[in-house]
């Protein structure tokens, strides 16, 4: 009975990034066991009776664990396959801690997520990793941290998202930071929308004889108790919290898939779309498999790719030399006793250490050697130059590691 109490505490009056579908389920799961009537929620929808949990180790068959290379004891969290390729499952409700639930829940935890995907990003054995996405969704609160996290692996690796069942909600937020989604033919995508659940217990208490009483300091310290009905003003909060969630999700789908504006995600009214239709309207870059992906990937990762870096090193140490001798002759000009030498390397130490350099950092030796830009407009500059991992993955485009509805990082 506690694990169900747990649930429930994961899931009521908590934005929720996920199938309205799978939380009626969810509802009616709690519905008669702790109190929680699913039935006015659930309402005349099409529930399906199939409450099986899902497989945390559904790419069982792919891959195998290797040991920990810094403790033999233990293994690294994810599997790796001959070729490199890292699978990390993405499976059932999301939750952002908890990770004590999904033995008997089918939940994946955010934290656990974040975890194994840093992993994978810093282990040299892995070449890419593949997201084995079947996942309706979940908690608002930590699903675009891992996003974030994806994002930040696809910055050194690629990351394939592979929609193999369900990418909805919560799942196609973190889904949409991959270097590049893969949906199956029956697999669904999107559900950018936000939804809470509240419950109001008030008519049944009332019908058994029971009348809760709330001591409690602070006038909103109960706001939105399941003991009373809202009040349009409470609602109205709750609905804001709701609508800031919801601009974070759109505008956070639109910056990571790239070529997908903001008005086009909030488009899709929190719509799913099935395979090709997902591709159509740009959740999605192509229609394949888990096994086509894995397939695919180490081929593309072993194409050579085209020579991309602005400059080589032997350019880089030109022209840091470049600058200091400048640096000097226009110390001599204005009688500094060091030749300018350090004001110059002060230049360089400043433009290189801005946070706009980090990936960019070849542009920003151009910007502080070759151009008298400001410091103060340097770091617009930069923002608006590709990093050179973006430039990368656009090189693989144009050599065909990228072929259907190409994005931008």
Do not use: C
């Not at 909103?220 to 609602?235: C, I, T, W």
Request: glycine letters at 8%.
């Amino acid at each position: 009975m506690s694990e169900l109490f747990h649930i429930a505490d994961r899931v009521l009056n908590r934005p929720l990034m996920i199938l309205p579908d799978k939380l009626a389920i969810i509802a009616s799961v709690l519905d008669g066991r702790i109190g929680i009537d699913g039935a006015g929620f659930i309402a005349e929808r099409s529930v399906s009776p199939d409450l099986r949990k899902p497989s945390r180790e559904a790419s069982q068959f792919v891959g195998e664990y290797a040991a920990d290379p810094k403790d033999s004891r233990s293994r690294k969290p994810y599997r790796t396959t001959q070729e490199g390729v890292a699978v990390i499952p993405i499976l059932g409700s999301l939750v952002n801690r908890g990770g004590w639930i999904g033995s008997y829940s089918g939940m994946t935890s955010y934290e656990g997520l974040k975890h194994q995907i840093t992993a994978a990003a810093r282990d040299s054995d892995v070449k890419s990793i593949i997201l084995d996405m079947d996942t309706p969704g979940g908690e608002a609160v930590g699903a675009f941290e891992v996003a974030d996290v994806v994002r930040a692996a696809a910055s050194s690796k690629a990351v394939y998202a592979v929609i193999n069942g369900m990418a909805a909600s919560a799942g196609y937020a973190i889904a949409s930071a991959a270097s590049r989604i893969i949906t199956t033919s029956s697999g669904i995508s999107g559900s950018i929308g936000v939804v809470m659940l509240h419950t109001d217990h008030s008519g049944r208490l009332e019908k058994a004889g029971v009348v809760p009483t709330l001591i409690f300091a602070g006038a909103r310290k109960v706001d939105g108790n399941p003991y009373e009905k809202l009040s349009s003003e409470v609602r109205a909060e709750l609905q804001a919290e709701i609508d800031r969630f919801y601009e974070l999700f759109v505008e956070s789908v639109a910056a990571n898939r790239g070529k997908l504006s903001v008005e086009a995600v909030r488009a899709t009214e929190a719509r799913t779309f099935l395979g090709v239709d997902a591709v159509s309207v740009g959740l999605a870059d192509a229609v394949g498999s888990f096994e086509s992906a894995l397939e695919e990937i180490p081929k593309k990762e072993l194409v050579p790719p085209k020579p991309l870096l602005i400059f080589s090193q032997a350019d880089v140490d030109r022209l840091t030399a470049e600058a200091h001798a400048k640096g000097r002759a226009e110390g001599v000009g204005a009688s500094i006793t060091d030749g300018g030498l350090k004001a110059a390397q002060q230049r360089l130490e400043k433009v290189l250490s801005l946070p706009e350099a980090q990936g960019r950092q070849k542009m920003a030796l151009v910007l502080a050697v070759s151009t008298s830009a400001q410091i103060e407009e340097i770091p617009g500059i930069l923002a608006s130059v590709p990093t050179e991992a973006q430039q990368l993955r656009a090189v693989n485009s144009e050599i065909g590691l990228v072929v259907t509805n190409p994005r931008s990082a």
